[in-house]
Structures are given as C-alpha cells and as structure tokens.
C-alpha cells in the first residue's frame, strides 16, 4: 500500500460546503508535518463537557471499586459499559460557588472557578473550553462549538442575573459563549463555509471529491470514508425531520399541530430527539477533526424542562430535583444516558490503535451535588483516555485533602492537550492522579 501523506487541514470540498476528513489510517491526516520530519499522524485528544443543572439523585450518584468490578449508583447505571474508561471524582469543589446565592452563583463559575458580579451585573471569568479554544482549539475550523438544549433566561434571581445558570461557557468575564440552539445551524457550523440554509445536501455538494478521494485510499479506509458519509448523512435526514416538527421543546403539545408559523430552523419539539442530535453533531465534529472542544449543555441550572417522553411530564425539572422520587431518578439516567450514547459512538471510531473514545475526555458535571443546592462538593464523572495520559477505571476521592479545587481538574486536562497556563482560577496545579 503506497501511503500519501497531506495537510490535516485537507478537505473534502464543494460549493459553499467543507468538511473535515476522519482518521485514515493510509493518510498522515493529524500532522501538518511528515512523520520523517518529527510529525505525528495520531489523532488529537478532545474535550467535551456535558452539563445537567440541579444536580443528581442524592442517594444513587456514587460508585465504589476499580475497572470492570466498579459498582455504580443507580444513577450512573447507563455508564456501566464504560466502567473500564471511567474516572468518578468525589470531593472537588468551586469556593466562589459557595458565596453569593443559589442556583446563579453555583453556575456562572463552574468552568472558570471566578467570582461573580451582583446586582444583576454580568462578570465572570473565561471557562476553560474557551481558554483551550485561544490556543489548542486554533488548529480546527471551529476553535469551539457551543450546544445547548434549553433556552437561556435573561432574568434575575436573589440580586444574580440568570444568565449565569443559562451559560457554562464564557468567552470573556463579560461574555458568556453564545449558545447553539437549532441543530441544524450547528451542523452547518460544522459543514457549511456559510452558516445559511441550503437547497443542497452537505453530502451532495462534496460527493465528487470524496470519489476522488476514495480510489487513492486502503479498502478499509474506504470503509471508514462510507461509514462517515453515512453517519452524516444520517444526521442530515434527522435534522431536516425535526425541524418540520416546529418549535414545541420539552413539554408535551397541547394542539396536534402548531398553531404558529414554523421557524425556518426549528428546535425539536421532543427533548430527547434534540439532545440525541446535539450527541450526534458533538461526535460528527470530534469524528472529522473539525472541532476538539464542545460544550453540550443539556439544560439550565434552575431547568424549566418538562420529560413527557419519560412519562414526567407532572412537575419541571428544577422542582422535581428537590425530592429523590422515582421519577428525578428517571430523569438523572436519562441525563446521564446522553454521555453513554456519545461514549458509545466515539468508542466505536478506530483511530489507529485506539478509539475515538480513548483519544478524548468527556466529562459530566453539575453545580451541585443534588437539589437541595449542597455545593460543597461536585458531581463529576470522566470517561476517555485523553490520548492514552489518563489511567482510568478509578474512583478517586478528594473530601479530605485541603486542595481540592475544581480547577486543578481543569488543569490537569489541558495538560493532556499540552496546554499549561501555570494558573488557572484558583488552582496552581494539576491533580497529579489524573
């Protein structure tokens, strides 16, 4: 097999469309420079950090053990595939999260670790998706992409702005990340050299070039090549259905039809077909190198959404997280569920000797630990390898050690991307089990 080597940022093109190519193993597509030069053709480690607002069941988010025999809370029940590339982390924490008040105050700061203005003032501190998109995030067409599922809420809530529970990702002190809402308008960030709609499929406008591309590669990189037209194509399909279902997200339909125009872009009008899309687009965009870095987040901190899909449809999210029923399980596993269905597909895109998976960090985390707003401590769980620098399958447990912010987390992550502030919030360095 002759092998060819080209720029990473090569790409399948047509009119007005680009798309990243995967992971072939018969092209150096990670490396701008040759191998013989010092170059590497390894695929690059992601990072996507998924947020479910209100915390978790407070007796069912636990795990005990090591590696294949970790047992896991009913909550964490979806990650039981995952056990062997899982990290669950107790006792980490965000000081400033524990001033102010509830709900905004524990939001705003999450990824950042910042104080918080009052009085309905906007400052924060850059969270750290977007310092990895200055910087790491630079080599890919989208420095970062930026999903939400729930609509933010521009109001005030006990002297704080609620746009600090409807954002985890802040450009700036004084700029939370725009929020992706309309999958459609995701997908074509990801695709379209224009974000418009189009009269033409992303597929359709590229075809010619990946033939071109297909008859200069090994057959089996001609089977990942139609695996990955496939999966886009599929995503298309899904995106162009939902829409036409009109803009009804998260609670059940009292009219069988709208009874207003449909947007051009719709959301979703069922909560599960828009975070299951939202999962798609996050994997296309770590599967095509287009993007390294995604927030996805599943809904707000304070949450008005309701689950008819689940059969909860009685009480909105934020209140249904004040009492460990039944149904806020239900709820949490469907959260959760999210990670394993993103876990799964990454995990089934080989990347040379590992996956997708193992080449990526995902991280699942919460302002508080349950409903009652305790953040003295933090829900977190990480599944992926991030490019074989992180010893998975462990519990690890920080309650009683004196350091143990959050951000050292953070910091220990940008190291597995080669990226080392030196400081970051209030932490200096890394947790040196991660």
Known sequence: MTTHRFSRRTMLRGI???????????????????????GSSEAPVRLAVLFAGN????????????????????????????REK?????????????????????????????????????????????????TYG???????LVLGCEKSNPSVHKNYSMLYSSHISWSSPTTPTPLELYPALAFDRLFKDEVKRGDRSVLDAVLEDAGDLRRQVSTADQRKLDEYLDSVRDVELR????GKRGEMQGWRPTLDKPNVPRPPEGIPQDIADHMRLMSDILVLGFQTDTTRLTTLKLNNDHSSLRFPNLG????????????????????????VGQLAYIARKLDAIQEGERTALDNSMLMLCSSMMSGGHDASQLPVVMLGRGGGKIQTGRVLDYRNQPNRQMCRLYLSMMDKMDVRPGRFGDATEPLPEV
């Not at 072939?24 to 010092?38: C, Q």
């Not at 965000?94 to 905004?104: L, P, R, T, W, Y």
């Not at 630079?138 to 970062?144: I, L, M, Y």
């Open 55 to 82: 915390g978790f069941h407070g007796k069912e988010w636990w795990a005990k053990g090591s590696g294949r025999e970790m047992e896991l809370g009913q909550v964490l029940a979806p990650l039981a595939d995952f």
């Open 86 to 134: 899982m990290l669950f982390i107790k006792g980490l924490y965000n000081e400033q999260a524990q001033k102010g008040n509830i709900h905004s105050s524990q939001t705003g700061n999450l990824l950042s670790g910042a104080p918080l203005a009052s009085g309905g003032e906007i400052r924060s501190g850059t969270s750290v998706d977007q310092h990895l998109a200055a």
């Open 16 to 38: 007005g469309v680009s798309m990243a190519l995967p992971w072939l193993e018969s092209r150096a597509v990670w490396g701008d420079v040759p191998a013989a030069k010092g």
């Open 239 to 242: 995106i162009d259905g939902a």
């Open 138 to 144: 630079r080599s890919t067409k989208v420095p970062s």
């Open 312 to 335: 909860v449809d009685y009480m909105i999210h934020h209140l249904l997280s004040h009492s460990d029923t039944a149904d806020w399980l239900k709820v949490n596993k469907f959260f």
